[in-house]
T-cell receptor, first 114, second 112 residues
Framework: NAGVTQTPKFQVLKTGQSMTLQCAQD?????MSWYRQDPGMGLRLIHYSVGAGITDQGEVPNGYNVSRSTTEDFPLRLLSAAPSQTSVYFC?????????????FGPGTRLTVL | AQSVTQPDIHITVSEGASLELRCNYS??????LFWYVQSPGQGLQLLLK??????LVQGIKGFEAEFKRSQSSFNLRKPSVHWSDAAEYFCAVGAGYSTLTFGKGTMLLVSP
């Protein structure tokens, strides 16, 4: 199992450009999430999905778009990048079931917006 | 809404000394609690978790944490710190649909 994979590892964008951060998992997990990490802020939830076709907003959703067409993939789209979106982005997945289920994190994508 | 407070932004500990990192949470129901560690430029590694049962939880790398409901705390401890423990530590509480609410982190510096 590869677990949770993220591509690219690093990306530099100019203000106004668009891009998609890719996230895939091979554990057949229903739940997937995107977080951003900024210095002194910890990780904050951007969007999450509870299954194919179902997504919802987290704490900091503005400027980001998501969709979930398959169980395996959960891409994060920046439609018009801004310097405030410079951050490290982590994708995570977890199984469903009673109570809480541990999240498995990807290695992260470091994004710089100039 | 749930929240996590890590009161210490930075902590410096001498190598071989004991360590305690503080974490306080706010959550309406029985919390699911986690400690993660992140070395510079790296991803997150789960140190330990508390779901239920024994309030003293053992984790990897010699870490342990104690859940105290009366104090809404989940402090991380290690009896003897090694230089390789220098990293940033995050406490988190489980929220809906298995998402996490994180604290802002504590940077641990280890002095020789």
């Amino acid at each position: 199992n590869a677990g949770v994979t993220q591509t690219p590892k690093f990306q530099v964008l100019k203000t106004g450009q668009s891009m998609t951060l890719q996230c895939a998992q091979d554990m057949n997990h229903e739940y997937m999430s995107w977080y951003r990490q900024d210095p002194g802020m910890g990780l904050r939830l951007i969007h999450y999905s509870v299954g194919a076709g179902i997504t919802d907003q987290g704490e900091v959703p503005n400027g980001y778009n998501v969709s979930r067409s398959t169980t395996e993939d959960f891409p994060l789209r920046l439609l018009s990048a801004a310097p405030s979106q410079t951050s490290v982005y982590f994708c995570a997945s977890s199984s469903t079931g009673q109570g809480y289920n541990e999240q498995f994190f990807g290695p992260g994508t470091r994004l710089t917006v100039l | 809404a749930q929240s996590v407070t890590q009161p210490d932004i930075h902590i410096t500990v001498s190598e071989g000394a004991s360590l305690e990192l503080r974490c306080n949470y706010s959550y309406g129901a029985t919390p699911y609690l986690f400690w993660y560690v992140q070395s510079p430029g790296q991803g997150l590694q789960l140190l330990l978790k508390y779901f239920s049962g024994d309030t003293l939880v053992q984790g990897i790398k010699g870490f342990e944490a104690e859940f105290k409901r009366s104090q809404s705390s989940f402090n991380l401890r290690k009896p003897s710190v090694h230089w390789s423990d220098a990293a940033e530590y995050f406490c988190a509480v489980g929220a809906g649909y298995s998402t996490l609410t994180f604290g802002k982190g504590t940077m641990l510096l280890v002095s020789p």
